[in-house]
């Protein structure tokens, strides 16, 4: 199993542009969140999905949106991007919510000049 | 207001030495779980507590569940530098998990 994979690695974008942030796991989970890291902060939650079809806000959603199609990829799309969506992005999957175990790809990190 | 409170902020100390760092809130959850992420990494699990005056341990580390379900911490024997990182609570109910700032650790050789 590769678990939850994320692509791209790194990327700059200009203001305004836009971009698709890839995530996609192999373990047939249900629930695939999408978070944000700055530094000295802690994880933020900005989407998640319980099912394909199915998504919901989380902390800090503005400027971003998602789909879940499948049960395995969760891509997040930035619209118009800007220099305060510069972050690490993670993307997280776990069987259900509460006490499961979350599994989080290894990153993609954005900068928005 | 910070639902999570990780305390300390950032610890620095030499290989061998003991620590131990804390999660508290004034809310009472049903479980709490510990998180180590190392640089350029996603964060991995270490151990979930979900009841009141639990203790794990986990090789040298020793997680504890406050008695209210409100704080827990976490005890590390004997740093080594593998140790290094960001240690992030959270707490679940039926919703996603919210996360601490965490304590990030550094061990130095």
């Known amino acids: 199993n590769a678990g939850v994979t994320q692509t791209p690695k790194f990327r700059i974008l200009k203001i305004g542009q836009s971009m698709t942030l890839q995530c996609t796991q192999d373990m047939n989970h249900n629930y695939m969140y999408w978070y944000r890291q700055d530094p000295g902060m802690g994880l933020k ?5 319980v099912g394909a079809g199915i998504t919901d806000k989380g902390e800090v959603p503005n400027g971003y949106n998602v789909s879940r199609s499948t049960t395995e ?5 930035l619209e118009l991007a800007a220099p305060s969506q510069t972050s690490v992005y993670f993307c997280a999957s776990s069987r259900t919510s509460g006490r499961y175990t979350q599994y989080f790809g290894p990153g993609t990190r954005l900068t928005v000049l | 207001t910070q639902l999570l409170e990780q305390s300390p902020q950032f610890l620095s100390i030499q290989e061998g030495e003991n ?3 804390y999660c508290n809130s004034s809310s009472v959850f049903s479980s709490l779980q510990w998180y180590r992420q190392e640089p350029g990494e996603g964060p991995v699990l270490l151990v979930t507590v979900v009841t009141g005056g639990e203790v794990k341990k986990l090789k040298r580390l020793t997680f ?5 379900r409100k704080d827990s911490s976490l005890h590390i024997t004997a740093a080594q ?5 960001l240690y992030l609570c959270a707490v679940s109910g039926n919703t996603p998990l919210v996360f601490g700032k965490g304590t990030r ?4 050789a």
């Open chain 1, 45 to 49: 939650l900005i989407y998640y999905s």
């Open chain 1, 73 to 77: 990829d969760f891509p997040l799309r």
């Open chain 2, 19 to 21: 620590l131990t760092v």
């Open chain 2, 64 to 68: 504890q569940f406050g008695d209210a």
């Open chain 2, 81 to 85: 530098p593998g140790d290094t990182g």
């Open chain 2, 105 to 108: 650790l550094s061990v130095i």
